[in-house]
């Protein structure tokens, strides 16, 4: 079966009608021999025109500094059109079928174009090259590469071209009857570059070839679905994608049509937990080595010294690192050792193509793109990565403070991948980048909410309170990051703590909104991180490191993509846990947000408190403890009380009532019960949320309120001052009732 038979069946199975067909309108003349499809008469797919062109860019940038496309228009002044027009055609299918890219199809569509019009006369796209395309792509894992590397694939893809052309014709047809023998043909060309090797091989077998490109997802795919299929037949490349194939066929049968592998319900059941996608690194030499920096940029790398180290392969394992570096750095003491398995795991297993790197040096910062696998160098003293840099550096003082804080974490090899979108935002306008591509598209990106947004009237009116006090209490929030509502009971501090998050987090999951209540045994390995009982596989009790609320909120708002969220944590009933106990060293980042720890139980990982994460506390005066609060707290929360005599709470139960259209009687009630209350006894007043229930809204409803919550909070709090004849005559429903009639 032929790639263009196999049409009806990808269709079928949902593979882009518009990809497939622009892909196989180029792809097709050249793998059979035939004229270019793009004006029908110019032969294209030669070893000659191939071995001009990528003669030419083997010559390299001539201006690092300006856009690809400047320097490649350089490099083919006074080509043969052959070699001209075979550029337009590479370049066409290096970004065919790309998915989420930063540049829109009017930019890739735009590149094309204009290498197009370096012809003699210039070359007249077909019209309907790109018709009904839109840049819905499906390649996702390794865009990034796709455009760092441009220079670098189009050279593989002339060197494919090259070996295509020298292929006898018997064996290109029986590449094309059959999808394995593609990939051979594929795989045999001379430097070999998987990502768009492996992009050409599901751009002319879509049916069998899966738009994953890099190692480390196809691995994650077929690991994680291969029991679907009797097993993985093993860890060759076609035996991988081969078990990718029949996995795929399987979940396409169940689905009913064919499966997206990066849609969010199947993605989250092969990629690895914790996994947070392109991760950004900062590596350091021994002793800032200006000449290995140097060698680093000249040679476009990044290297980790190993020079007692035993060779270990890319993927290994964090076990087999620990083991290795036991054994072969005895001579380190215990802290250097530790810090070198993270460094050595880090560069072998964890980091990928597509990953940010960065060093400083001299008060700058330098970022760069990964863009090739671990390798050793020659006398295996040291392993290595080819990295794409992309600029002069930027001063260290001029990057976002979140970023400064970050650069400062110790380590050989450091993951900063919590502020990856920031380093994002400072990469320079890729060589590849159409000025007018990116401010269109930045044009209709919606602009990042800085700060909270104003509170409005309507909010106001739900909580039946004056939205100036309640701008404040923001407002004091947002400059502070944690603040504590403290007042009598029922004067709505929770309710009023849960409904302000909510709507300055402007999130309806209330996911980014979470309550905690203290209580007297409440502790640190509670609040934050402690070790907890738990039961193995083999039955065993073990104690495994369990995260409590805090720790588990600060990571989630640390992540990528999230540094612009507000995420809340509530804490109700403060003051009735032993707060010392509970925060121990947290104290410190309550104050100094910008600084990092050592936890107590994870002494080898720094720790900050995210910018956007903000705490509410709540505290009730009723047991007159928040006077004896500690200075440690006093000095990092502001203090907002919540009182029955003054605004935001104070007449937002008449409020409440006139909206609902009720009697008023139990608003003139609690205001009568507190001005019975004497001044220097104000933390015992009551608070509105008794009378705001249906029952006080019936005569026997409003008794049953005032017998049996009221009085007896009154009779406690009076406790050896009024006999209960006194507290009745006082406080009693029926003397407020006759105060009342006599006005």
Known sequence: MTPTSATAMTRALGISKEIEDAAWFVLGPGLLGKPSALDGRTMTWTSEAAAELLGRLELGTPDPKAPMMTNLRQNLEGASREAKQLAVELLFLQSLPLAHEVKSLKVKRARVTEAASWLEPPLELPEGLYQGLTDHGVIRDRTAEFNWTIWDHLKWLCRFVQHVDQQPTADIAAALQDPLKFHRLAAATPGDQPAIRRSIEFLTWPGYFEPVVADVERQEIRDAFASLVGGAKGDAEEDITADIHRIRLHLDEQAGQRIDWYARQLVSQWRKVGDPGRRAWLLRTHSDNTELLTAWEGEEKVTLDVEHLRLLGPGVTAGVVQHAVDEDY??????????????????????????????????????????????????????????????????????????????????????????????????????????????????????????????????????????????????????????????????????????????????????????????????????????????????????????????????????????????????????????????????????????????????????????????????????????????????????????????????????????????????????????????????????????????????????????????????????????????????????????????
């Open 330 to 743: 005895k001579h380190l003491g215990y802290v250097e050792r530790e810090d070198t398995k993270t460094a050595v795991f880090a560069f072998l297993t964890v980091m990928k193509p597509g990953d940010l790197v960065l060093y400083q040096h001299a008060g700058k910062v330098r970022l760069g793109g990964v863009l090739g696998e671990p390798e050793h160098n020659e006398d295996n003293r040291r392993l290595r990565r080819k990295v794409r840099w992309f600029d002069e550096g930027h001063t260290t003082t001029s990057l976002p403070r979140h970023v400064q804080r970050q650069l400062a974490t110790p380590g050989i090899v450091v993951d900063v991948t919590r502020v990856v979108q920031a380093l994002q935002g400072l990469l320079p306008a890729e060589a590849e980048t159409e000025p007018d591509g990116d401010a269109e598209a930045a044009a209709v990106m919606p602009p990042v909410q800085e700060g909270f947004r104003p509170l409005t009237r309507e909010f106001a009116d739900s909580l039946h309170m004056e939205l100036e006090p309640l701008q404040e209490i923001a407002e004091l929030l947002e400059e502070n990051r944690q603040l504590v509502l403290y007042g009598p009971p029922g004067t709505g501090k929770t309710y009023l703590a849960k409904h302000l998050a909510a709507e300055l987090a402007d999130d309806t999951t209330d996911e980014r909104v979470k309550l905690v209540q203290f209580h007297p045994s409440y502790a640190y390995e509670d609040f934050f991180e402690g070790y907890r009982p738990d039961k193995t596989d083999e039955g065993q009790v073990s104690f495994k490191l369990v995260a409590g609320p805090l720790r588990r909120l600060a990571e989630e708002a640390a992540k990528p993509g999230n540094e612009k969220k507000p995420y809340f944590l509530i804490i109700d009933e403060m003051n009735r846990a032993n707060l010392a106990k509970v925060f121990g060293e947290l104290y410190f980042l309550l104050e100094y947000r910008d600084d990092r720890i050592y936890l107590q139980y994870s002494p080898n990982e720094p720790f900050t408190l995210p910018d956007n994460l903000y705490i509410i506390g709540t505290m009730n005066t009723a047991d007159r403890s928040i006077a004896m609060m500690d200075a440690a707290i006093r000095r990092r929360f502001a203090f907002i009380e919540l009182h029955p005599q003054t605004e935001p709470v104070k007449g937002s139960l008449l409020r409440f009532l006139e909206a609902r259209q009720l009697d008023a009687t139990p608003a003139l009630l609690l205001d009568a019960l507190n001005a019975a209350i004497d001044e220097w006894d104000r933390d015992l007043m009551i608070g509105p949320s008794y009378f705001m229930k249906p029952a006080a809204q019936t005569p026997a409803g409003l008794r049953r309120i005032w017998k049996y919550e009221l009085m007896p909070l009154l009779e406690e709090h009076y406790h050896g001052q009024l006999t209960r004849a006194q507290l009745e005559e006082r406080f009693g429903l029926d003397r407020l009732l006759e105060r009342l009639a006599g006005h």
